[in-house]
């Protein structure tokens, strides 16, 4: 059997990796795990997160602060077997071809990390352990305001309360705390630990390629508030004539949608403060962006380029089904994975498009314009969109995206310019020029 790759091309068939999260409670952890997970999953890596909250949960749903005091000897037991049955079923993933797990817990005491590691070990599973520290004071409080008191725990309680009642579990768990290392005897234990958000890193014996692109992942995260704009080029010559591809000059609408984006994105952004545009390199997006306000920075990628359609780029669907019908059937089968000949596949664009992720992670208000393939690869990576679904999403012309990250999720909101084109989105087994997404399949709110 040939090995596994996946999006970063690494090849996984002997990597199995654990993250330990390790941290005080409203410190990010599952924030972090989400992430990661989100992430890896996006480049095909099989992973999965194991929260040991949740099995507490269907022992002790809704648990005051003094079940997670230590001298709670009832308390200790049912944490203990939450943990235990978390680390059973993360088990039982990798032996069905899970590659990265993550153990989403406190893990505060040397000794829980040491039975972690010791489990880990004897099943040759990697461990790396991901310890966020946060003393800001104000951030915790508003960490605990922002997904604490909502979270099933408190269900029906009153915030307020809520939010003391969590400041207590915090004192608890203070009581015992070891960070990473503390004591100078952890000095063996592959780890990254996150200080105050970023602000300093340490990074310990971090082995192989796969953890060190977790960890610079994780280095590059910040919760400072942004967000991600997303809109296509306007409609183009060839996109009148359902052609795929080429690098053609805007239509007449299309250079309407440019003239409109400038107000379109002030609208959406609600202030005057300046964003930074990325395009492609080809004609039609920076045509598109050209009227955008000069104080805005602008930067081209050649990794925003449209999905190289090989020998078909210039053609209609139907020349495509008429000159190569097996491979418009083998594309529509496994639409994600069929590579054009001489061109790419959805699965090559993940991967270029790899290190636009890492520095959109990085920056803050960033707008996008890029093509129909490329925006749907990203909005699969906000949106936790399958390889399935990800290459049928409708990205309609002449609309902004609006992406913002929360807590736990994104936000969307688009922000139509009311300019008529085509529609260039394609239903499986049509070659129609111009198919409107059935209203089910649209998946925007529209503002
Ligand atoms: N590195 C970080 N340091 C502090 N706060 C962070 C960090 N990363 C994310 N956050 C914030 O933490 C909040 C989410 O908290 P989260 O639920 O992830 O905490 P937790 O550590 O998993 O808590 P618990 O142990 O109770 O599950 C979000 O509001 C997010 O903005």
Redesign the pocket.
Known sequence: MAPRTNGIGVQVENTRICVV?V???????????QKAQRYLTWLSIPSATF?V?NYRRTDAPQPSADFFDTNNQEGERKRRAAAEAAVADMLRWFKKGGVVGIL???NSTKERRKWVLDIMTQNNIEVIFVE?R?D?EN??M??IR???TT?PDYQGQDPETAALD?RNRIRNYEKVYKSLNEDGDEDDLTFLK?M???KQVIINRIRDYLQSRIVYYLMN?H?RPRSVWLSRHGESMLNLEGRIGGDAELSHRGEEYARKLPELVLESVGSDRPLTVWTSTLKRTIATARHLPKHYNQLQWKALDELDAGVCDGMTYQEIADLYPDDFQARDEDKYNYRYRGGESYRDVVIRLEPIIMELERSEDILIISHQAVIRCIYAYFMQKTQEESPWVPVPLHTLIKLTPR??GTEVQTYKANIQAVSTWRGKGSTAKHEDPSPEKSLFQTH
């Open positions: 999260m941290g005080l409670p409203a410190r990010g952890k599952s924030f972090i795990a929260n909250g989403d817990a406190t966020s946060c800001d951030l915790i508003a960490n922002d997904v604490k979270s969590f996150i105050n958000v970023g995260l919760i807590a736990y």
